[in-house]
């Protein structure tokens, strides 16, 4: 399988900080990644590797099949980036920073410059410098996806975002990939937006990977059970080891599992209850994985 960009045994230290700890992941064409962690736990530190801002100080990481530090101009041509924190060129207006750096590609889709500036409301007169965190954020976006990239970075890219632009946005983020086929890494701490548009979860925690699947593995593998006594009352406390936490009291209780599917009808035998399972979405399963091992 070809990939977007792959990190073998990837060490990056900062002094006496370990950013990155021996992480190792490959990431596919085409897929949308949910890079996930606290702040802190190596997320950006690993994209600014993808796109040779970083140099390892062990390790591999290679970008659309060159070694990251050799990028070149025709590999950077096939990235777009959306930092965490974007520098532009503030004494521009908004159509001159768009034309200075459509300058640097082969390829620029006007169309799409001219639908995003329509359907964000950005107004290609305002000048850089007075833009809101918000309006410089949708700015970023636009310059990132217009020479349709094939590697689309996304690092805290909703954050100054409104819920209705947020919304505009991921829903442009499914478009893309269904036309171009891109892989998509979008780091964020708003689990809920990113849950929509994601197919794979990358989870970092103190510059280690803690989960590296589907999302669809993982919402089989975790559960939420809602738990009602049919005939007499509940135990104070369930002792199943698939059990992972619990609030219970006589007649009901709330249980997070996992990997307990197969343990159902069992369960429910065992104790006289009725059970409503339903996966967990993102939100609630990310401090479960944090709670891994290794």
């Known amino acids: ?42 997320k950006t530190t690993l994209l600014r590797h993808v796109i040779g801002l ?19 101009p025709d590999e950077l041509s096939r990235i777009g980036v959306v ?10 207006k908004v159509e001159q920073q768009l034309r200075y750096v459509a300058s640097f590609y082969k390829y620029w889709d006007g169309d799409l410059e001219q639908r995003l500036l329509r359907e964000l409301e950005l107004a290609s007169s305002a000048r850089v410098g007075t833009l809101s965190p918000g309006n410089a954020q949708k700015l970023a ?13 996304l690092d805290e890219p ?6 209705i632009t947020r919304e505009q946005f991921l829903k442009f983020l499914l478009e893309l990939l269904q036309q171009d086929a891109n892989t998509i890494v979008v780091s964020s701490h708003v689990l809920h937006d990113i849950e ?24 089989e593998r975790f559960a939420e059970w809602r738990v009602t006594a049919t005939a007499g009352r509940l135990p104070t406390r369930f002792e199943e080891d ?14 997070l599992v996992e990997r307990a599917s197969g343990k159902l009808e069992e369960f429910k035998t065992r104790y006289g209850v009725e059970v409503a399972s339903s996966p967990l979405n993102l ?9 891994e091992t290794g």
Not at 141 to 153: F, T
Not at 158 to 163: A, C, E, Q, R, T
């Open 1 to 42: 399988m070809e990939t977007a960009f792959e990190v073998k045994e990837l060490t990056k230290q900062f002094e006496d900080v370990t950013a990155l700890d021996n992480v190792s992941v490959s990431v596919p064409k085409p897929a949308v990644v949910g890079l996930i962690g606290r702040n802190g736990s190596g």
């Open 141 to 153: 976006i636009i310059l990132a996806v217009c020479h349709r990239p094939e590697l689309l970075i």
């Open 196 to 219: 929509k548009v994601i197919n794979r979860v990358v989870c970092l925690d103190r510059g280690r990977i803690k989960a590296d699947a589907s999302l669809d593995a993982l919402q």
């Open 242 to 255: 698939f059990v992972l936490s619990q609030e219970v009291d006589s007649r009901q209780a709330h249980l």
């Open 158 to 163: 909703v954050s100054g975002l409104d819920p």
């Open 283 to 291: 939100e609630k399963m990310f401090p479960l994985l944090l709670r």
């Open 54 to 72: 970083y140099l390892p100080t062990s390790g591999q990481c290679t970008t659309l099949g060159c070694a990251s530090d050799r990028l070149g």
């Open 83 to 92: 930092h965490q924190e974007n520098r532009f060129l503030e004494w521009m």
